[in-house]
């Protein structure tokens, strides 16, 4: 398996390199590529008579450079994969995104905010890897398992192919195997079946309309049979309302540590090449979140 970790100064630096640890199956032999990219502001002084000022700045980065990737390979220092570290300038986004195709990369992981550039809620440039890159996408948020507990996953599954290869590459790329695992499906039903339920009535899946319950029952056992191919246990729930906003509440009821989404789902209402529901998951979660994409390679070596 190939991944690459994209590292800035900021204060998920660690958590960037810390969480597959324990959340992505990395095996001896896996490449790792590690990747600093420092914002290229010189076309702003060039041709202005201050050359010298953008040298400065360009020393100033280099040094800052060294020093975040010093700090990353201290940190990776006990991994038994097979670690580069790369600096390039440019636009960080374009930069990740133009690596992580050079390099046929299986997964990318970056912290949900850059240092560099901070856009609502999530890093503008995590916004931009996690909508337009062509392979799976972690977005890192501060929080792991304690030592020795297994890590919580929220797999959120609406039958779409989307949907169930996500399912698919959690299964390869992540410690699967060492998780508890939970399957949420949301029925976001019309106004007049919302009417049979009270606000906090439970959801009776066999009260549903045919149509709607077959949804539910194949959504939730396609993903299964996904996840049974390769011995993954996992529980199923079912929730009523927007999705984004139901998957988030199931993904705190449940203390996700992570949360597994489809780059696009059933709603067809797509933002910037990702789903909705999975931009505002991306957005407002408070755990870190997997994006599954179909083209995605992963291929982890064999044991």
Not at 10 to 36: F, K, N, Y
Not at 44 to 73: C, F, K, M, N
Not at 241 to 261: D, M, T
Request: a neutral charge; one cysteine or more.
């Amino acid at each position: 398996m190939s991944v690459l970790l994209a590292v800035d100064e900021d204060s998920v630096l660690e958590d960037v390199l810390e969480t597959p640890r324990w959340c992505v199956r990395l095996r001896a032999g896996d490449e790792v590529t590690v990747i600093h990219v420092s914002p290229d502001f010189g076309w702003s002084l060039r041709g202005h008579g201050v050359e010298e000022s953008g040298d400065a700045v360009a020393r100033e980065q280099d040094r800052r450079a060294e020093r975040v990737l010093s700090a990353a390979r201290g940190l990776l220092s006990g991994s038994s994969t097979r670690a580069e570290y790369c600096h390039q300038r440019g636009h960080p986004a374009t930069e990740i995104l133009r690596m992580a195709q050079q390099r046929s990369v299986d997964l990318v992981v970056l912290g949900a905010q850059g240092g560099t550039e901070r856009g609502f809620l999530v890093g503008s440039t995590a916004q931009k890897v996690k909508a337009l890159a062509h392979t799976n996408v972690l977005v890192v948020r501060r929080g792991m398992p304690p030592d020795g507990h297994r890590f919580r996953a929220l797999l959120a599954v609406d039958g779409s192919p989307e949907s169930t290869c996500a399912v698919e590459n959690f299964a390869l790329l992540t410690q699967a195997d060492r998780a508890d695992v939970r399957l949420v499906h949301v029925v976001d039903l019309p106004p007049t079946v919302w009417d049979l339920y009270g606000p906090d009535e439970p959801l009776d899946v066999a009260s549903l309309p045919g149509a709607i319950r077959e949804q539910v029952d194949g959504a939730l056992a396609g993903a299964l049979d996904v996840l049974r191919e390769h011995r993954i246990a996992a529980t199923t729930e079912v929730r009523r309302g927007p999705a984004a906003a139901e998957i988030l509440n199931a993904a705190k009821a449940f203390r996700a540590h992570l949360a597994v989404v489809g780059s696009r789902g059933r709603s067809g209402i797509r933002g910037l090449l990702l789903g909705s529901a999975a931009q505002r998951v991306v957005r407002h979660g408070a755990c870190s979140v997997l994006i599954g994409r179909p083209s995605g390679t992963a291929h982890p070596s064999a044991s």
